[in-house]
C-alpha cells in the first residue's frame, strides 16, 4: 500500500572543496535528538554538513515550509551537491556542460529555482516521521519484509524501511538502520533500486523529523544524468 508522505529538502551555498563533516554524520548514535529551532535553523546551525543545502532551500523558495510545516527531510549534506556540480575534469554538471560547450556553473545561484525545488522535493515527505513510523526491511527477504512505498512532495515513489541487525547469533536482534531506495521505474517497482542508508536518524527540530543521509555515491536527484540534462535544457542564469 502507498502512504502519502511529505518532506522538504533545504539546500545552500556551494562549495566546490567538501567540508569535513561533524563527527556525528560518522555515527548516527552521537547525534543529539532535540535541536531547539525550526529545521531551517538546524541546517544553518550545522554548516560542514549542510551550508551548500541551507542555500538551496531557499533558492528553491522552500524557506516557509522548512520553517513552519511538519516534514520528514532524508537530508543529503554538501558533499552530494559539490559531487552532483563537479568540475570539467572531475565529472558532474560542469564536465556535462563542458563537453557540449556551454558555459559551466560558477555559483549555484545560476540554476534555475524550479531545478533546485523539484529536486530537493525528492527527499521530502509530508508528517514527522521517525524511524519507528517505518516497517522493517530485510533485503534477502524483501517477499516476507518489503518496507514500504511513500510519495515524495515531489511526486516521486520511494521505498523505507528499517533493517535489523542479527546480535549475538540472534536474528534481528541487533541495532536498527534506516534505508531510503529510489525505485528508477514505478512500473516495474522490483528492479534496479539505489539504496542509500540512513547515519543518524529522528533529529528532532520545532517542525518535522531530519535524517541524515550516508551520502557516499548519491547525487541530487539520484539519477545524475536526468539532472545534468534538465539544467542543460533550462540553461544557466
Known sequence: MIKNTIAICGLVLLAFTACKR??????GGLAQANFPGTMLDYLDAHPAPFDTIAQVVRLAGLTDMFNKEDITFFAPDDQVINRTIGTIYTGGLNSFLYRRGRDTVRDISEIDSSIWRKYLLQY???GANRLKDYPQIDFSLVNIYPGGLYYT???NVMNIGVTFADANGIKYLGYRQLVLSYIPDISNPDYDWRSFSVSSSDIKPKNGVV?????DGLYL???PNIFFTEVYN???K
Do not use: E, S, V
Not at 22 to 27: F, H, M, N, P, V
Open 124 to 126: 521530502i515527505f509530508k
Open 221 to 223: 536527484g539520484y539519477d
Open 211 to 215: 535524517h541524515a543521509l550516508l551520502t
Open 153 to 155: 512532495l515531489g511526486g
Open 22 to 27: 561533524d563527527k556525528y554524520y560518522k555515527d
Open 234 to 236: 533550462a540553461g544557466l
